[in-house]
């Protein structure tokens, strides 16, 4: 066995600091799942995401991030919680991940930096370098890597057991671990996801246009939105693909506080939201994911959704 009390160790570790789900790979090359980013780049189903080009090779290869890396740890950090959308179609929606009061980056890369200082303790040498979604990493295929789960026709990562309402981050390691076995696609013959997608962003399984993508319209185009493009109701985000997964259905949720709805913004009507100044809208969401979109992003999803119910 590779490294067994050093696997064991890190594990436990990743526990301790509240990761639901820790898997292991080995480093190498991702020859093949570049090769199907390439495409996708190049088709621009990117949107405007231009910053992916950018750091493709090192997507590619992590030997370009940490020079002699082994291995990757995967980490699953759920974030989900008993609380539900409203269905009154007056209270627009925003995304889970988004609800409560600080941005996830934040909570999760202070929890990175102490894990990786801590497994840098284990032995002499090691060396480590972490990313909470924000870096050169494709994530979701060393997730489904290290047996996290497998990415789904919805192109998130879905677990067995709980589902897909989780972030995911990853730790590049320059030590050989035990690696874990990738899952099992139980995505099946079930199409709950590309049939509910009301915008046709998932328009076949396992491919994702952004350009039609709600989520990336209301958090990352920075121009207008495509008129003839129904937000359905939501202004920053959106989980519908996730909503009618039959894997999030089993009733797992966070312990994390900082993940449950904040009352100033949770299930408010679009008059009450319509109403915050720009001095308002700062000061509501400093130091969350909605601040993102900025006020000027804010106000025009709030019209677009507004308007499409009027």
Excluded at 170 to 176: L, P, V, W
Excluded at 246 to 257: A, G, I, L, S, V
Aim: glycine fraction near 8%.
């Amino acid at each position: 066995m590779l490294n067994d009390r050093l696997s064991i160790a890190i594990k436990q570790m990743c526990a301790e600091a509240g990761f639901i789900k820790t898997g292991f790979s080995g480093y190498e090359i991702l020859k093949e799942e570049s090769g199907f980013l390439r495409m996708w780049l190049d088709k621009g189903l990117n949107a405007g995401m231009q910053w992916m080009h950018n750091s493709f090779e090192k997507r590619r290869d992590p030997s370009l991030i940490l020079e002699d890396v082994k291995s990757v740890i995967s980490l699953a950090y759920f974030y989900d919680t008993p609380a539900e959308h409203n269905e009154n179609i007056q209270i627009p929606k925003i995304s889970r991940y988004a609800w409560g009061k600080r941005d996830y980056h934040k909570i999760l890369k202070k929890k990175l930096k102490q894990l990786c200082m801590e497994i840098e303790k284990l032995e002499t040498d090691i060396r480590t370098k972490s990313y909470i979604d924000d870096g050169p990493v494709m994530d979701k295929v060393w997730a489904q890597r290290s047996g996290i789960g497998w990415i789904g026709k919805n192109t998130n990562v879905i677990n067995k057991e709980f589902g897909s309402y989780f972030f995911i981050a990853t730790i590049f390691i320059n030590r050989e671990l035990n690696y874990d076995k990738p899952v099992e696609d139980l995505c099946g013959s079930c199409n709950l996801c590309i049939e509910a997608c009301p915008t046709g962003a998932l328009f076949k399984d396992y491919n994702i246009d952004s350009n039609l993508c709600i989520s990336y319209q209301t958090i990352e185009n920075r121009g207008d939105i495509p008129a003839d493009l129904n937000l359905n109701g939501w202004i920053f985000g959106c989980d519908i693909c996730q909503e009618v997964c039959p894997f999030t259905r089993n009733k797992f949720f966070t312990n994390d506080e900082n993940f449950y709805p904040s009352p100033g913004h949770f299930n408010k009507t679009y008059d009450e939201l319509n109403g915050l100044s720009e001095d308002d809208f700062n000061n509501t969401f400093n130091g969350t994911p909605v601040k993102r979109t900025k006020y000027k992003g804010w106000q025009r999803n709030l019209k677009k959704a507004g308007e499409e119910i009027s």
